[in-house]
């Protein structure tokens, strides 16, 4: 027996996103949230969310470490996103949240640092020594 078949025809079931909110609790600490079109909200230290944020997940519960400072943070954020994305400052941006407010990384300080941490050449040439 069909519960929901008005949704079921197309469009009309309405449009769900998740969204990552980061800020600062009361007590001044960071915190990081997810929530889910379903209304369930997730507290994490690291996470990602969208295409291909499996991946970025895993690199991040790996890497990630409790006493990272602000450079350490924004390096292991963007080589999880170097993991699966193609490397540009132009198709990455950068927020930083702090107490004080966010800012966004200049596009001129973010390009040195994706081609600093793209690994991308050594992967391939890697592979083409196991073939």
Known sequence: ???QKYTHRGGVRPFGIS???AGFDNKGQPALYQTDPAGTYYAWKATAIGKNSKSVTDYLEKKYKE????DGTI???LKGLLEVTEASG???E???VKASGITWMPEEQ???LVKELDDTAEKIAKLKEQQ
Not at 67 to 70: G, I, K, P, R, T
């Open 94 to 96: 950068v927020v930083i």
């Open 19 to 21: 969204t990552l909110l």
């Open 1 to 3: 027996r069909t519960q």
């Open 75 to 77: 390096r292991l954020a």
């Open 110 to 112: 973010l390009e040195p």
């Open 67 to 70: 006493d990272l400072d602000e």
């Open 90 to 92: 132009k198709n990455i």
